[in-house]
């Protein structure tokens, strides 16, 4: 598998602002054979963005979340049979999903569900205490088909050396609980220090929020990783 790095916007840019991201990143990206670029965009901008980017090598889409429910009536919800052939993957369970809109791990289980039944990859985020209750709310043949993403609640700009040791501690605990599956470190990561980040051992790689919203800063940074 390739090493991914993943954009995730949140909701910071308006869909003006996110056409000007992807014009700007596309002039400056280079694709490589060896990594995969995850840019999570929201709902009403993914099929605008997913025209523009189209056409550039190593990239995919991911929604910023989906429904815990099918089609039906869920009034404001985005199910993921929407999503099936606009994006790859599923960002789910991120700590501001869970923290401001109040989602549980049966809530992001459901969502890896239904994700995983429309032919979706979740990547589910996750901190230190919630591994394991949420790996115990998922099927084990769930489980083996996830991307996790490690997203502890870092104030201000990543420490490498700290999260460094955090890290490595954590990675065997998150393998006997995920089967060994991918793994993405998401906390405070920037373009300044995102290439300590990506040499970290046993990484699948990382996920910047704030850090991406530059796209020739972040273009320039994957180039060099």
């Known amino acids: 598998m ?10 910071q840019l308006s869909p003006e602002r996110a056409m ?34 189209k056409q550039l090598a190593g990239v995919s889409l991911a929604a910023q ?18 999503l099936r052939g606009l994006t790859r993957y599923t960002l789910i369970g991120h700590r501001e999903r869970r923290r401001y809109f ?17 032919d979706l990859q979740p990547i589910v985020c996750f901190d230190r205490d919630l591994l394991t209750p949420q790996a115990a709310a998922m099927a084990a043949e ?26 490595l501690a954590l990675l065997p ?4 609980r995920t089967d060994s599956r991918p793994v993405l470190y998401g906390g405070g990561v920037t373009v300044a220090n995102g290439a300590g980040v990506w040499r970290l051992p046993g990484l699948s790689g990382m996920m910047l929020g704030q850090g991406c919203l530059d ?6 940074m994957v180039n060099r990783l």
Request: hydrophobic share 45%; charged share 20%; net charge negative.
């Open 2 to 11: 390739k090493k991914m790095v993943l954009a995730n916007w949140k909701a």
């Open 20 to 53: 000007q991201w992807c014009d700007a990143f596309a002039g400056a990206y280079q694709p490589r054979n060896d990594l995969e670029v995850i840019v999570a965009v929201p709902f009403l901008c993914l099929e605008r963005v997913a025209e523009r980017m």
């Open 65 to 82: 979340g989906v429904s815990s429910y099918p089609q039906g009536s869920y009034t404001g919800s985005i199910p993921a049979a929407w």
């Open 102 to 118: 109040h989602e549980t791990v049966q809530d992001v289980a459901r969502q890896v569900y239904e994700s995983l039944a429309e």
């Open 142 to 167: 769930e489980l083996g088909r996830l991307i996790w993403a490690y997203t502890p609640d870092t104030p201000g700009t990543l420490e490498i050396a700290r999260s460094e040791a955090e890290i």
């Open 173 to 176: 605990q998150i393998a006997r």
């Open 215 to 220: 796209a020739t800063a972040f273009a320039t």
